[in-house]
């Protein structure tokens, strides 16, 4: 059998361009060096929870072309994402909001919110904010960034944040307002049913091949079709023959308790620098009809998440995308550019921290190029 197009990894960006390749005629062949499917995004069925396996993915966009592409292969449940930040037992409302903002000064109005965040940001004397540090301040001042965002993001990312870029913080908006939502996005949800069903969806008949390791048969895999998109790490591919680019890699220990309610939230932030972990996500409670006294299911399962330095052979989650990292990875991307067979795409093959929406949006973007 010969392929149109080799898929290596059955994540959400390989799965996009095997549903759409399929579609326009093509046969793909998809191989994953896991033993399933749905890269970092799957999800697995314990004690009738579906568990985040590989961390908490929370599906939200403003694309509405990318909404409605991926409502064709799942049904979203309104799932909101609103984590609470635990700091010593101090517990605070994120993202940064007027609950927030109540909670730290005791400021009831939008006025007098934006008067005491003006007030440390004058005291702090950043003008022009250099790096996350400076940002953080200028955004939400000196208390909420020592109490909710230092420790959190040096255990994150294994560095002072002076030593990270400003954007990883502007992720997170700041509101005057009590709304709690995390995301600034117009569509939210998880899949009903979990996203590993979702992507066996995307992926339709193609034939999968798991447990296939792409680099270890390269030559033979690569003869099997007349293209290969590869959505692994782009070092990896050119044998890391430029240097390792960073990541963050993410351990999970997932107990199952005996109890039906752990933290009566899906995600709970311990955002002071001595709990070892960055955060416990409780399963259950991305889901609808679960019940907190447990008349349904006695137990949950909860996940606390560490956060570690990559090392070869770690999965790799997080692109370290600050200079020296983003420097590297041009090198390799030239590298990339000159392989006539092969497209590199995804958070791996790009080295681009995409949330999942991007992801999507990308791949599509793909197919347009490639498949028209
Ligand atoms: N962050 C923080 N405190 C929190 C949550 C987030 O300081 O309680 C910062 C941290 O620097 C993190 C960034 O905001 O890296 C982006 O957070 P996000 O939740 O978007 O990261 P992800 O969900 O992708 O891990």
Redesign the pocket.
Known sequence: MHYDYLIVGAGLYGAVFACEAQKAGKKVLVIDKRGTIAGNVYTEKIEGINVHIYGAHIFHTNNKQVWDYVNQFAVFNRFTNS?V?NYKGELYS?PFNMYTFNKMWGVVTPVEAAAKIEEQRKAAGIKEPKN?EEQAISLVGTDIYEK??RG??RK??GRPCSELPAF??R??PVRLTFDNNYFNALYQGIPVGGYTAMVQNMLGDAPVMLNTDYLKDKEHLDSLADKVLYTGPVDAYFDYSLGTLEYRSVRFENEILDIPNFQGNAAV?Y?DEETPWTRIIEHKWFEFGKAEDGSDLPKTVISREYSSEWKKGDEPYYPVNDEKNSALYAEYKDLAQAEQKVIFGGRLGEYKYYDMDAVIAAALELCRRELS
Do not use: E, H, S
């Open positions: 984590p930040a994120l996350l909710l965002i959190y993001t994150q990312w990883i913080i992720r997170l932030n955002t």
